[in-house]
Each structure stands twice: as structure tokens, then as C-alpha cells.
């Protein structure tokens, strides 16, 4: 006898149903709530909340604040988009902000609601450092990187007052907003597909503001998708 939740000759019918999901959401760009997904896929209401919130803790899916879900950041990196991906694309840049600076930077993205650091660059020398390593989960509202990642994308419902003065200024600065003692200078890297940000973070508070103008330049190198094609 087939085992409950699998299909007649093996395979997964959780993981046929996720990427059923994956699918619909990959045919509607303008993005899909729940009930819209259960219908054009035919499953249960609360069937499809539970894979579109694994999908989105995983990246799969991105969800905004209507509660309308997307394709997630995921998955131009698994299907080959052309052209370099933007971490190819942001290393050579962070490590030489990183040594320019003689600070960590980093790249910064939107991975559901928090920001994720998914490249960093250690300056050359022992100065004042704050060491910031990859894989660092913050929220979005909060701190250089995530701010200036939600302000590289257009405006959202409910997204925090100062997004749209980032977007306008092209940079932020912020004070231990996430970290106590940190100093962060971020640029946002908008026409990506995922929201994104290069960040700078240091416990001098003089190298933060000395920062702003060389992580703008990194932005401008890092440029948009059609620059490296």
C-alpha cells in the first residue's frame, strides 16, 4: 500500500505539490495570496498556506506585505539566469571597499523578513574592526543593511518611513541599531532580482561617516544585471 501523503510509484507528494505552487507563482509575476494559490492549483486553503510559508522560509517564494507571494530570491541562481549572479558580480567589489576602507564589508539580502549576509570581506589589518560573518540573520527594519536591501526595490506597503528617504539619498547611515557599538554605512543595489544591499559596519563612528562616498562607488560598480551580460 502506498504510505498517506505519497503518489503510486514513489516520489514525494509534499515536494510535487511545493513545486506545483513554485510553478503558478512563476506564471503570475504580480504575485498570488493564498486563496489564489489553493485555487489555481486546486488544493486545500490550508495545504497551500503551509508549502507557500516553507517556500518562503526557504527562499523559494518572497512574500510582501499584502501577504502576496512571488518567486523568491532563490531561484534565478538554480535555473541559471544569463549573466554573472550578484554575488559573482559583489565580491571583487567588497574585498577591495574592504581593504580601501579597512573594514568589514558585506553583502547584504532580503531572504522573506529578515536580511541576510551572504558575502563578507575582511579588511587587511587588526584596526578598528567589527566582525560581522556570513549567514547573519537581522531584521529588515532595522540596521544599514537591512534598510537599505528593503530600499532597493520599489516602494511597499507599510515598509518603514525612512525606506523611501534611502531610496531617494542612495545611502544610510545608522548608529548600533542591531549591534551595540556598531557604526553602519549601506548603499542599496537596485534591478537585481532579489533586494539587496552592500553594507560597511565598523565600531568607528569617524570611518562611518569617512565610508559613504566609497560604498556609493561600490554600489555604482556593482551596477545592475544588464552591466555584465
Do not use: C
Not at 499584502?66 to 574585498?95: C, F, I, K, M, N
Amino acid at each position: 500500500m502506498t504510505p498517506p501523503n505519497e503518489p503510486e510509484g514513489g516520489g514525494s507528494q509534499t515536494l510535487e505539490r511545493g513545486l506545483a505552487i513554485l510553478v503558478e507563482l512563476g506564471r503570475h509575476p504580480e504575485g498570488l495570496n493564498t486563496s489564489q494559490v489553493a485555487a489555481a492549483t486546486g488544493f486545500h486553503r490550508s495545504i497551500a498556506h503551509r508549502l507557500l510559508v516553507s517556500l518562503h522560509r526557504t527562499g523559494f517564494a518572497a512574500r510582501d506585505d499584502d501577504g502576496r507571494y512571488t518567486v523568491g530570491p532563490v531561484v534565478p541562481g538554480l535555473v541559471g539566469a544569463p549573466g554573472p549572479s550578484l554575488r559573482t558580480v559583489a565580491e571583487p567589489v567588497l574585498q577591495r571597499l574592504a581593504r580601501r576602507l579597512d573594514a568589514t564589508a558585506s553583502l547584504v539580502e532580503a531572504v522573506g523578513s529578515v536580511a541576510v549576509t551572504t558575502l563578507v570581506a575582511e579588511p587587511p589589518t587588526d584596526g578598528p574592526l567589527f566582525w560581522y560573518r556570513k549567514g547573519s540573520r537581522d531584521p529588515l527594519d532595522h540596521g544599514s543593511g537591512g534598510l537599505a536591501a528593503l530600499a532597493s526595490g520599489p516602494p511597499r506597503a507599510a515598509e518603514p518611513d525612512r525606506v523611501q528617504a534611502i531610496r531617494e539619498a542612495g545611502h544610510v547611515i545608522t548608529h548600533g541599531e542591531v549591534n551595540p557599538g556598531a557604526h553602519g554605512v549601506a548603499a542599496p543595489l537596485p534591478g537585481w532580482p532579489v533586494r539587496a544591499a552592500i553594507n560597511v559596519v565598523t565600531s568607528d563612528p569617524g570611518l562611518a561617516e569617512r565610508a559613504i562616498p566609497h560604498v556609493r562607488e561600490a554600489a555604482a560598480a556593482i551596477g545592475v544585471p544588464g552591466d555584465h551580460l
